[in-house]
């Protein structure tokens, strides 16, 4: 019998949703990468590997990213 490989969480669909959704969110604030990581104290990379999904975001970063775009967390 084949196992099946879970496919991990930062990869699926609803996870790369989420990287789309934080990008046109961004972009809807009128915000460059390198503008939202000044106001987050970090670098531009930072903010584009979030985005491109090199980099799995915790609830706190994602509550941070959401503050600086204006959009509700929920």
Same mark, same amino acid.
């Given at each position: 019998?084949? @196992? @099946?490989?879970?496919?991990?969480? #930062?990869? !699926?669909?609803?996870? @790369? #949703?989420?990287?789309?959704?934080?990008? #046109?969110? @961004?972009? +809807?604030?009128?915000?460059? #990468?390198?503008? %939202?990581?000044?106001?987050?104290? !970090?670098?531009? &990379?930072?903010?584009?590997?979030?985005? &491109? /999904?090199? +980099?799995?975001? $915790? %609830? %706190?970063?994602?509550? $941070?990213?959401?503050?600086?775009? /204006? %959009?509700?967390?929920?």
């Amino acid at each position: 019998m084949k @196992r @099946r490989h879970k496919e991990k969480s #930062q990869h !699926t669909r609803a996870y @790369r #949703q989420l990287l789309e959704a934080l990008r #046109q969110a @961004r972009e +809807r604030a009128g915000l460059k #990468q390198e503008e %939202v990581a000044e106001k987050l104290g !970090t670098y531009a &990379s930072f903010v584009s590997k979030c985005e &491109s /999904g090199e +980099r799995r975001l $915790d %609830v %706190v970063e994602l509550a $941070d990213l959401c503050r600086v775009y /204006g %959009v509700n967390l929920a």
